[in-house]
């Protein structure tokens, strides 16, 4: 009974390939077959050809080899074998045609974001890992009811599933009022055959992450499968070239969910009404977990809405930001002083109140369990601003005495009050910490008067908070935590995070591990015994070592904490930036993930960079590293410290702000940030050299690099 079905993905495969190579020969004869061809800001040339072959594709004549390989694939006869690798030339040649389309950059008018670049993909892999982002749902086609379908994408959204939309669907989803794009983790591709987008997307997560090679098909095959927890809705009537794409997404274990009528394929290919249903029957199949509960509040609540940021033209009421006195502050307390749930909201709330509204803001949060520690105070204060974040209408910025919250009128207008933001800080606290805090209670205070008293005692807490932190230094304590929450992705990466440097993603430092390891005992986060010193300036340490070679399967023997040169850690792929050793100017440069520029003095941007780094490998002179990691007294010590970075991008200079100048006075040399180039100064080797030369950068004088 599947035969038909089996047919037309071999029917559309062809027609997918006559399109691809119709079109590379228009292109051919227009531009010559040496001409360039790749996509947009990426590592990895044709993502589906570099995953899952051995071409390299630099050219439109490479191209065409690419088309030549997926005529190969499709061949006569309904079987399901040859319906998938039918499925499979369908994909490389729709990346073809994906890269043709993108010579004058992203060929859609927006909302659609055509090619997503790998900037993108790190930037969501550390949500993929931490389960934020606990799958991914492609939704193509034409939604036959789009209010249904709008209400199965915001389900979506809510529970945090990164989304693709390609096809009629797109247009239909805006229509229907659903917030898309980056800040939403939902991407208008474009019209249906942008799906491609979707599955390089994934392709290169194997890349990026898996420490999967160019052509090593099996693997990525078997990454697709077991690791990219993602399914397909494919709404409304499927044609031909639909059912093929469908087949190459089947061929990648993926599960694809019809809401027409089609012969099943358990596991593969299932058929459900588009709602609830599918929804349900997608997460099932691929393994997606939710342990999300929905929260008593008038507005949508979830990662999806991390990102939103309101605009002053639509805040309501704001809090903070230098407006207004403002603070957050979470205390331990003792059981008995704590009652849960209780949510105490003191002067004025925001029903009925003008439009542009300014008021100050308290919110004490009082925790009390049996495994609270008083240094994790900072672990929940901090997650303050995520929750916040999660609400759709509301945003946080900042921490501590200069937070900033605003309100959208829209959230306010759905009868958004501040017990509500309590109940969202109450709900999520519990769910996050679980094991940790017993009990949670918020206060949230908007008098002037009662703000100010709370000022005085949040500051005595923040200035504790900092002299005791100052006390946690690498040498003090005997234990660091290991973090392997990124070998979902990258099966052999260990961060090893010590108080004075923090995961390579930026979102786990010391006590964030220390807190993980009591929520959940046996997760990713594992106290690691120092054991012998044997080396403290590279940072060897016997414990560390062996810790690392274990859960690295043997893969890196010794790993030196505090070394870019010699057994440095390896990198999974959702590193904030990343360093790489310019032998020229005995130094090192630092690039951060956001820099879009392809012009440095190590003669690669950020993308290409990250392309070589990563997968759980050690690739000494290059380490992707969390940005704050750069002004640590542990930073490099092996290779010089700060005095070693002769390059920076500007931004990166700007989000370091004055504690970089701090850490370039505390080693004596105040002026040192203005002695680093930045791209304004120096985007080649002998640019760079000669910049130091004329300001007398000290790199120059340390000991050789090499
Ligand atoms: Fe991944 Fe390392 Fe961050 Fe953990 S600390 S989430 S392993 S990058
Ligand atoms: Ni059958
Ligand atoms: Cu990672």
Known sequence: MHEPLFSACIRGAGAVLSLARTTLD????RRGKDAPLAYPETAYELPVAFGLTELRVTTLSGAGAVLDLARTL??????????????AATLLAADVLGALSHENGNPYPPPSVGFVPDSVLRKLGIFMVDGSVPGVAVVIGNAADPAAAAAMVRHFQEIGLLVFLAGEVTGQMGAQGVKLGEDFKTFPLGPLPAVIHAVNFAVRAGLTFGGIGRGQAQAMLSYLGNRVKAFVCALGPLDDVALAIAAGAMKAGLTVLADEAVPEIPGLL???PAGEEMALAGMEARGIKVKWVKLPVPIAFGPAFEGERIRKSDTHVEFGGGRSAAFELVRMSPPEEVRDREITVSGTDLRGLPKGTILPLAIVVRVAGSRMQKDFESVLERRIHRIVNYGEGTMHVAQRDTTWIRISTEAVEKGFTLS?????????????FENIVDKVAVTILTREKDVAAGLSEARAAYAERDARARTLTDDAVSEFYSCTLCQSFAPNHVCIVSPERLGLCGAINWLDGKAGFEITPTGPNQPVEKGAVLDPVKGAFGGINDFVRQHSRNTVREMNLYSIMDAPMTSCGCFECILAIIPEANGVMAVNREFAGQETPCGMGFSTLAGSVGGGVQTPGFMGVGKHYLLSRKFLGAEGGLARVVWMTKEMKEQLGPALRERAAEIGIPDLVD???DETVAVTPE??????ETVGHPALSLPPLL
């Open 26 to 29: 228009g292109v051919q004869a």
């Open 74 to 87: 499709i061949r006569e006869g309904a079987t399901a074998e040859n319906a998938m690798d039918a499925g």
């Open 270 to 272: 299932l058929s459900r």
């Open 420 to 432: 509500d933001l309590g109940m969202m800080l109450y709900a999520k606290l519990h769910a996050d």
């Open 675 to 677: 002695k680093i180039a």
């Open 687 to 692: 640019q760079l050299v000669s910049h130091m």
